[in-house]
Every structure is written in structure tokens, then in C-alpha cells.
């Protein structure tokens, strides 16, 4: 596997401006720019991601736990939050829970040993609370229901304004 440190001396840079490059972080400039762009080609570099998620102690994964994969109403959620992490270069990491509490903690405990950068939690509806309680709400958002928890982040749909928005809709159009 090729290292940065093979596509700093191909480029004839720094380690450190090869990796400024990879994380489009600081000044590089457009002349480096080129030339490490031209290395990372000819030695076919791939960036590992689990050395560089060891290191920030994060990926750029978004795990998305929800109740039922079958349900149109999620499936609208996931595509529109799978469109919303690409422009973001992030991915999405789906888990069904099927509505059931035990599988919707084995999943925030796959979650939380994969590192994964965020989280968004759509609860079952049997949820337990105490299953929440020990996340770091900085970096989780929950949608349509809440944890309960102190400081929690959490999108609630208002599904009665909605329907009121496409009743107006259609009145103006008949």
C-alpha cells in the first residue's frame, strides 16, 4: 500500500503539505497542488481511512438508526439524508431496528465502536430512554421522537402543518 510519505518524495514536498493536501487543511499552493495530485496518480495512492479514523477518533460516517426499512415515510428520510451526506462527503451507515428495542441498542452499540462522526436516531416506538442516556448528545440528532434526554437535539415533523400546506396547495388549484 502506498504511503503519504512515498507521495511527498514522488512530489518532492513535505509529508505534512501531502497531508495539509489530502485533508484540505491550510495553504497549499496550485503549483504543489499539481504536483502531488500528479504523484497521487502514477502511484495510484489510496488514503486509509482506518488509520486517519483512528486518529481523529472519528470517521466520516453518519450511522442513521430507524424502525422499519419498509416504511415509505423512512425510506424519504434515509434518501434525503444519504443526498444531504454525499454533498458533505459523508456516508451513511443504515440500521433497521424493525421496531424492536433490542436490536436498536445492539445497533448504537456497533455505532458507537465504529467511531462513527454523528449520529441521527429515529427511536422505536417501544423505546427505553435509559438506552440513550449515555450518548454524547453533542453529535447525535434524534427525528420525529424524543429521547427525553437533557440537551438532546430532535427534528420533530409537524405532520398536521404539513397536511394543512398541501390542503392550501390543492385549494388554490381547484
Known amino acids: 500500500m502506498v504511503t503519504q510519505r512515498e507521495v511527498a518524495k514522488k512530489a518532492r514536498v513535505s509529508i505534512a503539505t501531502v497531508s495539509r493536501y489530502i485533508n484540505k487543511v491550510g495553504y497549499v499552493s496550485p503549483e504543489v497542488k ?19 479514523s483512528l486518529k481523529l477518533k472519528s470517521t466520516e460516517i453518519i450511522g442513521m438508526i430507524f424502525p422499519d426499512i419498509e416504511n415509505p415515510f423512512f425510506i424519504s428520510l434515509i434518501k434525503g439524508a444519504e ?3 454525499r454533498k458533505h462527503n459523508y456516508n451513511i451507515m443504515l ?5 424492536k428495542p433490542e436490536k436498536e441498542q445492539k445497533h448504537l452499540e456497533m455505532l458507537k465502536s465504529r467511531l462513527v462522526g454523528g449520529m441521527i436516531i429515529i427511536p ?11 450518548l ?5 440528532v434524534f427525528v420525529d421522537r424524543s429521547a427525553g434526554l437533557e440537551n438532546e437535539v430532535c427534528l420533530k415533523l409537524d405532520n398536521r402543518k404539513g397536511v394543512a400546506i398541501a390542503i392550501d396547495y390543492l385549494s388554490a388549484r381547484l
Open 83 to 85: 443526498e444531504t451526506a
Open 34 to 52: 499539481s504536483r502531488i495530485k500528479k504523484a497521487i496518480k502514477e502511484l495510484n495512492y489510496i488514503p486509509n481511512l482506518v488509520a486517519r
Open 136 to 140: 454524547n448528545n453533542e453529535n447525535v
Open 95 to 99: 440500521c433497521n431496528s424493525e421496531n
Open 124 to 134: 422505536s416506538m417501544s423505546f427505553k430512554r435509559a438506552l440513550y442516556e449515555s
